[in-house]
């Protein structure tokens, strides 16, 4: 799929994800151990928020939710009419450097081609103020592939396994990374990994 085609086939499984998903669990309550860390007042983005209901509603109010999915951003307005919410690709951003205090990207990632996934580090880490937080959830495993029939529909999903993706992290400047297992929106146990923006180098900023 290319991203015309991710972003349409995210459009017509919107609503029935946002049905199936269970909006508490212990991967919300990751959020909570998230902004324990960050100054008061933070802003924090949600990239592939969907419809808002697993983090953007966890996040405070002023935090800012991003996904490609026209419909899936229709949902997260009708749940939170006052968000700030953004259609854009995750590896092109509409942000300036240094903007936000900390990036939550929940299931989300491993629906880019992961021979893109260094520049979604990247933009993450441009947007990131120095000492930012990151929180997202880990593949475990390594593959691409269309799934057919999910929720009613197709999708994409990629990743280059654990590893390379830790080592990726790394490499746009992440450092800090501890990972924890918490149960996801449809009832499996998933990895997912808290790391911290290093200092202010140029180099991992651009």
Same mark, same amino acid.
């Given at each position: 799929m290319d991203r015309r085609d991710i972003r349409e086939a995210w459009d017509a499984v919107s609503e029935t994800y946002a049905k199936r998903r269970d909006p508490t669990g212990s991967d919300a309550a990751l959020i909570g151990d998230l902004l324990e %860390?960050?100054?008061?007042?933070?802003? *924090?983005l949600d990239v592939g928020c969907g419809d808002g209901a697993r983090t953007l509603s966890n996040l405070p109010s002023s935090s800012i939710g991003l996904d490609i999915s026209k419909e899936g951003l229709k949902l997260a307005r009708e749940r939170l009419p006052e968000a700030t919410l953004l259609q854009a690709e995750m590896s092109a951003m509409p942000l300036v450097a240094d903007a936000v205090d900390a990036v939550v990207a929940y299931?989300?990632?491993?629906?880019? $081609?992961? &021979?893109?996934? $260094?520049? *979604?580090?990247a933009e993450f880490a441009r947007a990131l103020r120095p000492g930012g937080r990151l929180l997202m959830t880990l593949p475990s495993g390594?593959?691409? /592939?269309?799934?057919? !029939?999910?929720?009613g529909g197709s999708m994409?999903?990629? &990743? $280059? !396994?654990?590893? /390379? %993706?830790?080592?990726?992290l790394r490499a746009a400047g992440f450092s800090s990374l501890n990972t924890v297992t918490a149960d996801d929106p449809l009832g499996s146990s998933t990895e997912f990994v808290f790391a911290t923006l290093e200092g202010d180098s140029d180099d991992n900023r651009r």
């Open positions: %860390t960050l100054p008061s007042n933070p802003l *924090v299931h989300a990632v491993f629906h880019v $081609p992961r &021979a893109e996934h $260094p520049e *979604v580090y390594r593959f691409e /592939t269309v799934r057919r !029939g999910w929720m994409f999903f990629s &990743a $280059p !396994g654990r590893e /390379t %993706t830790l080592d990726q």
